[in-house]
């Protein structure tokens, strides 16, 4: 915003430039000034509305920042931990794990590179079921879900509640509920820095 109305501001001045330049000029001398003002306001506009936000962005990723945060950013130890878990105890499951919400698998994603099931987005969406899960636990296909912690859950704990928001349960798709109410949580054993993350999913518990 601020380089468009920059850009706005520059051609409003070299308009009005170019106007006042028009009254006292005329004829080939007019033409030639124009053939030197408006090409170079051309140039300074795209300047302002190119160059400057490329630089900026440029600067914000050297500085590993970002205006829309760090969703699913874990340290690299905690990070490597949760993956040689994973692999630790996978099998022959067809996804290293199930995800909610989507941003949490990016990093596992490009750590690992195996394909891994979401359940939902950030904004709730539903994009498996719980029968859905539960059948691809049954299948072998999936053997862990990794989920957005739980505020004070406690660790080796099956039956972890929804997360409470305003005093009522929060939304979840159908299918976190049922990883939390299914699955023991071995947060900590993939050393995780808090409960209610990490969860086994077992094919005698998807039978249930």
Not at 194 to 202: F, I, K, N, S, W
Request: some cysteine; hydrophobic content about 45%; glycine content about 10%.
């Amino acid at each position: 915003v601020r380089q468009l109305l920059l850009a706005l501001a520059l051609m409003a001045g070299v308009t009005t430039i170019a106007a006042r330049a028009g009254r006292d000029l005329r004829g080939p001398r007019w033409v030639r000034a124009r053939r030197v003002l408006l090409p170079g306001a051309f140039a300074a506009t795209l300047a302002c509305v190119f160059v400057v936000p490329t630089i900026t962005a440029a600067r914000l990723a050297s500085a590993g920042a970002s205006d829309s945060g760090l969703p699913g950013v874990r340290s690299p130890s905690e990070l490597a931990a949760l993956t040689s878990y994973l692999k630790a105890h996978q099998g022959r499951a067809k996804y290293e794990l199930a995800v909610y919400p989507a941003a949490l698998a990016g990093p596992v994603i490009v750590h690992d590179d195996r394909p891994v099931l979401v359940l939902g987005t950030i904004k709730r969406q539903l994009l498996v079921t719980a029968d859905q899960l539960a059948a691809a636990v049954r299948a072998g296909e999936v053997r862990y879900a990794l989920l957005k912690p739980v505020p004070g859950a406690r660790c080796n704990a099956t039956g972890t509640p929804a997360p409470a928001v305003g005093g009522k349960p929060r939304a979840d798709t159908s299918a976190v509920r049922w990883a939390r109410m299914h699955g023991a949580d071995v947060s900590r054993q993939a050393g995780l820095d808090a409960c209610g993350q990490l969860y086994h999913l077992t094919r005698g518990a998807a039978h249930s």
